[in-house]
């Protein structure tokens, strides 16, 4: 056997070998689901569901059993032309009506030509290689804020290979078509769909916008005017934070939401003094008090507020910010997505004029206006009563397993219990966790099916590490995300009618939450987490078991179910708004991918820029046409 052979043959054993580990592993893992099941996920999952009770929840919710709905989807494409990366994104909606029925299935109508009278918004850029570095946050951990890195050099193909430009093109599309259309009063949509993970998008842009030392060096929000006003670090940090809603108690006076909770509260009642601040955000506890002290004082150093004697009260500079961040969003996304090419000044849409330069927006900046734009969505369908869900296909989540089922068993709410040992050795993610046991418990779990709805903040609670009944811990650095601010569930929709072990993959939920149907003293947990040195409460929404009352996530199975379609096998136990919407994004993808071919024919085959073609190409772009050219010969 040749030496090369000899290779090929020890990969192939290599690889045959670990695979037949993991199967063998995975088939381990299965074992303990029939116990799990037995003891704790037969109390926590729900298969009774009535079209009676959804269309009594419609009136109540939509003030309409007849409601019109979207489902949006996005796509990008990025590529290198010559010297230049073209990146493209945008987003499409899928829209009809859906009309809840008392005595039978939602009826579900969807709008006609989507291709010809559509909704949906895109934009492309092109920018030079070397310039992506300096605009794609990807790249921006290489050097220290303001410095150039000569240590780590980049080469084109690592650009090409690394930007994530196109995707922060469409993340910021599908947020902001989300934003028109729920605004929209001509179209009247009443319930978004969108194939996002909500809550995990929220703390992704959290997370995205949190290095404050790159906003000053990398933000060219940083001084664009709005209303004669220039953006500032001030305005950015207040953005971030700005999801209200007092009926909810958001946001909470804990942790870092507490400066947040304070300012807002000026905004809203004027002067306070510490002790008033203290007690409109029932404030009593003495450790608590120091901390609003703190902020107060720090506030002040920051410029946020201004101290006359002992009142405190905001800076007028910041009374109107959230107005301008929102007139931001929308200045900038008309501009991205909605505006035509006019003259020289318009044509790249991605670049802003301040201080009477052009500026590239940054990638750190469509992450801001992105989170800026979801937390207007969320203000928008509380004051509209507009459901938002977020479907999630494919998820590795595991919180399930490693927080909420080992916080409930350590507080004693679950009726039956499982051991640690036990529950290690289940699968590792929670989707097929439930696969497995839906698939072996066929007889017992009848489709649809979906599990108890629970606060998203528990994804960042761990139990308390001293075992304190009561207590909570925060799984990184000990914060707990927003509470009673989203809910999360795991949702099955369809069988197969000749086989009810063949059953569609389990996806992931999650959902606003909305205070007239989802907060009462039976559906609020309260813990205590010690952060700062002091003890704060922390309250989340909990349906605790499948007798609880759930009137929402009873409508939103009966109607997801009216959504799916047997004849499609693409859509088997998964959503048609969303599958119509992805096959609109696949089609704009194909058409704009043939237009970026197209031009670089033309370029190629222009005689005025001949004497150009060799330097504008790079060195693979020559290799790859000349063993095309090749190809094609033989």
């Known amino acids: 056997m040749s030496l090369l052979g000899q290779r090929i043959r020890r990969t192939s054993d290599l690889l045959k070998l670990g695979a037949v580990d993991r199967v063998t592993e995975y088939e381990r893992r299965l074992k303990p689901l029939q116990k799990l099941y037995g003891q704790v996920i037969c109390d926590i999952l729900i298969s009774d569901f009535s079209y009676e009770r959804a269309r009594e929840t419609a009136l109540r919710f939509f003030g309409s059993d007849r409601v019109r709905f979207a489902g949006i989807d996005g796509t990008m494409y990025s590529k290198p032309l010559f010297d230049l990366m073209i990146f493209f994104g945008g987003a499409y909606a899928a829209t009809g009506t859906v009309e809840f029925r008392g005595d039978a299935e939602p009826r579900v109508e969807y709008d006609a030509k989507f291709l010809e009278e559509g909704v949906g918004i895109s934009s492309v850029v092109p920018i030079y290689i070397n310039e992506v570095p300096d605009i794609d946050q990807t790249f921006f951990d290489l050097e220290a804020p303001g410095e150039v890195s000569l240590s780590k050099p980049l080469v084109d193909q690592t650009i090409i290979d690394n930007a994530t430009i196109a995707n922060w093109i469409m993340a910021f599309a599908e947020y902001y078509l989300a934003y028109r259309l729920i605004t929209d009063p001509a179209r009247g949509i009443q319930i978004l769909l969108m194939d996002r993970t909500l809550s995990g998008e929220r703390a992704s842009l959290m997370s995205n916008t949190s290095k404050r030392e790159l906003w000053e060096a990398k933000s060219n929000l940083i001084g664009y005017e709005v209303d004669g006003k220039a ?227 528990f994804k960042t609670m761990t139990p308390d590490r001293e075992n304190r009944r009561g207590y909570v811990h925060g799984a990184r650095k000990n914060r707990i995300s927003l509470e009673k601010l989203f809910l999360k569930t795991y949702i099955q929709l369809s069988q197969a009618s000749h086989d009810p072990k063949l059953r569609s993959n389990v996806l992931l939920m999650d959902r606003l939450a909305y205070p007239e149907f989802d907060l009462s003293e039976e559906s609020v947990v309260r813990f205590w987490n010690e952060f700062g040195g002091a003890k704060e409460p922390v309250e989340a929404i909990l349906f605790k078991d499948k007798d609880a009352e759930n009137p929402l996530q009873n409508l939103i199975m009966v109607m997801l179910e009216s959504m799916t379609s047997p004849s499609i096998p693409e859509v088997f136990g998964h959503n048609k708004p969303l599958f119509i919407a992805d096959k609109v994004a696949k089609w704009h993808y194909a058409s704009f991918k043939r237009i970026v071919d197209g031009t670089r024919d033309w370029i190629l085959n222009n005689h005025k820029l001949r004497d150009f073609i060799f330097y504008m190409s790079t060195f693979r772009e020559r290799r790859e046409r000349i063993e095309a050219a090749r190809r094609e010969v033989l």
């Open 231 to 457: 953006i500032d670090m001030n305005d950015l940090a207040y953005g971030r934070y700005c999801t209200r809603e007092p009926a909810l108690g958001l946001p909470p006076a804990r942790a870092d939401y507490l400066r947040y909770a304070v300012l807002y509260l000026m905004e809203e009642k004027g002067p306070l003094s510490v002790d008033g601040v203290c007690r409109e955000l029932g404030i009593e506890d003495e450790k608590r008090r120091e901390r609003v002290l703190r902020y107060l004082k720090k506030s002040v150093s920051e410029k946020y507020l201004e101290e006359k004697g002992s009142q405190y009260y905001m800076n007028p500079r910041y009374l109107n910010t959230w107005d301008r961040l929102k007139k931001l969003v929308e200045t900038l996304g008309d501009r991205l997505f909605l505006e035509e090419g006019g003259d020289e000044t318009g044509v790249n849409k991605m670049k802003i004029v301040k201080d009477g330069k052009e500026h590239w927006l940054t990638t750190l900046d469509i992450a801001f206006l992105t989170l800026f734009c979801l937390n207007m969505i969320i203000e928008e369908c509380w004051r509209r009563r507009v459901l938002l869900l977020g479907l999630t296909k494919d998820t590795a989540a595991r919180d399930l397993k490693r927080q909420l089922i080992p916080i409930l068993q350590g507080e004693g709410m679950l009726k039956g219990s499982v051991s640690r040992e036990d529950m290690e050795e289940t699968p590792n993610t929670d989707r097929m966790i439930l696969q497995s046991i839906s698939l072996y418990n066929y007889q017992a779990v009848r489709v649809p099916w979906g599990l108890i709805e629970y606060d998203t903040a």
